[in-house]
């Protein structure tokens, strides 16, 4: 069953950036679609980013222009950029493969962001 593995959250003034990693196993990492989402407290999980096997990227209107969305197909690893950041980004985020557009059903533990104003 595929395996994710969150990393890079943190607390971070608005208008600074981090770098978040998604590690993925028990996959076929190369030939998958990839995405970010997030889940702000008392707010649905929403997608923030995606990129596919062909590297061609997606952003959420929220997000374009300030994130940027990457994968290491050697490492099996999906990355996010996050520039610019304010405090309505603060949320868990989390990554998942993505098959016709959807999310599986198996989600990682995410990984906290937190920005301060």
């Known amino acids: 069953q595929l395996q994710l593995v969150e990393s890079g959250g943190g607390l971070v003034q608005a208008g600074g950036s981090l770098i978040l990693s998604c590690a993925a196993s028990r996959m076929i990492f190369s030939i998958t679609n990839m995405g970010w989402y997030r889940q702000a407290p008392g707010k649905q999980r929403e997608m923030v980013a995606s990129?596919?096997?062909?590297?061609?990227?997606n952003y959420a209107d929220s997000v374009k222009d300030r994130f940027t969305i990457s994968r290491d197909d050697a490492k099996n690893t999906v990355y996010l950029q996050m520039n610019s950041l304010k405090p309505e980004d603060t949320a868990v985020y989390y990554c998942?493969?993505?098959?016709?557009?959807?999310?599986?059903?198996?989600w990682g533990q995410g990984t906290q962001v937190t920005v301060s104003s």
């Open positions: 990129i596919s096997r062909y590297g061609f990227t």
């Open positions: 998942n493969a993505l098959d016709g557009g959807l999310p599986r059903n198996n």
